[in-house]
């Protein structure tokens, strides 16, 4: 259980640092990080399948199209962000892991959850028999994403 | 149980309280989607430890999957429209936005 806090407290140290960086391939980076610890504390947890979701596709390929983003973007004038929020972001934060520290335990047996129950079969099984919708929603938002980005790089018409 | 499912709820909060901080603060687009990534980890770990805490890890397991497939189509799209963006403004600055308005 030490080693789990201490990848929690590292996964959000990352996520930190990707918010707080200046540059922002660095930032990505750190972000990639963050998913890497994120899947690992999952792995840890028992739940195999999303962290290898995890670390293929959110710390692989979301990683590679940050990236790539920023390498199109380079040559553009740099954002100047606001020197107030550098100084109140710290802060304000700090504050805040302070309330959760000392609230959360105690606002934990007000807030509903899921029944206690066990369940039966293997992941596969929960999720053919028992979400099916969810694979069929899935695959239109994998095909809404590809028409997305394709009508947003569409070429314009000669003519117009 | 519910101490360790106390420490993810705590590390939940702050991860999604740090992408909230992020998304008022900076003006950076690809800052704010890294941002909005981040508010996205904090609640795929509620709900995975929830799952845990609740004997119910394999239907979690099933609802985090399906929050990273839309995550990965948010994300194209999202950068799409980022470099989009930067072709007809010439700049990655949220404020440059502000003169869409009608």
Redesign the interface.
Known sequence: MILQTALLAVLVALSVLAIALKDLLRSAIALALASLVLGIVFFRMGAPYAGVFEISVVAGLITVLFILTIALTKSGDEVRESKLANIVFPVVFVAFLAIDALVMKRLMGKVPALARGGEAGTFGEVLWKGRTLDLVGQIAVILAGVFAVLALFRQRDKHE | M?N????????A???V???L??L?????L??L???I??VG?GV??LL???????????????????Y??????????A??????I?RQT????IRSLTRLKG
Not at chain 2, 24 to 28: D, E, S, V
Not at chain 2, 48 to 66: E, F
Request: hydrophobic share 60%; net charge positive; no cysteine.
């Open positions: 519910s360790t499912w106390y420490l993810y709820l705590f590390f909060a702050a991860l309280f740090a992408g901080l992020g008022l603060a900076k003006r950076n690809i800052k989607l890294i941002a990534e981040i980890k795929s770990l995975l430890s929830t799952g845990l805490a609740k004997a119910h890890i394999l239907t979690a397991q099933a609802l985090v999957v399906t990273i497939v839309i995550e990965v189509s948010l994300v194209a799209t950068l799409a429209l980022i470099i989009n930067r010439g700049g990655l600055d």
